[in-house]
């Protein structure tokens, strides 16, 4: 006897092909586009979960997951990604980045 295992959350594009490559079957739906960015939200949690929890081994491609779904979720918005990197650049002209590894302490 086989058992059902419920997900019901976002999975990729090719998730359902792969699934029944195996054998298995599988049921999805089609998500609005309101559940849809409610469910890259979620998704972004998980793969921030996962990126925190990885080795250091496993912790590149948990980051490639999480840059998967922020892409997405810029789409969903109807913007490239183009668009987000320019504001990504602009925030590091005026503000840096991390690189310098500057923890501030306190402000009077």
Request: glycine share 4%; hydrophobic share 35%.
């Amino acid at each position: 006897m086989r058992s059902l295992k419920v997900y019901e959350k976002l999975v990729r594009d090719k998730i359902p092909q792969i699934i029944e490559a195996s054998g298995s079957k599988c049921e999805i739906r089609i998500l609005e586009n309101f559940e849809h960015e409610d469910s890259l939200k979620t998704k972004m949690q998980e793969e921030l979960k996962e990126f925190l929890d990885a080795s250091e081994d496993h912790q590149l491609e948990e980051l490639a997951d999480l840059v998967e779904v922020i892409h997405s979720f810029v789409r969903s918005k109807g913007v490239g990604v183009e668009e987000l990197e320019r504001i990504r650049k602009a925030k590091h002209e005026e503000r840096g980045g991390f690189d310098e590894k500057i923890m501030l302490m306190s402000v009077e």
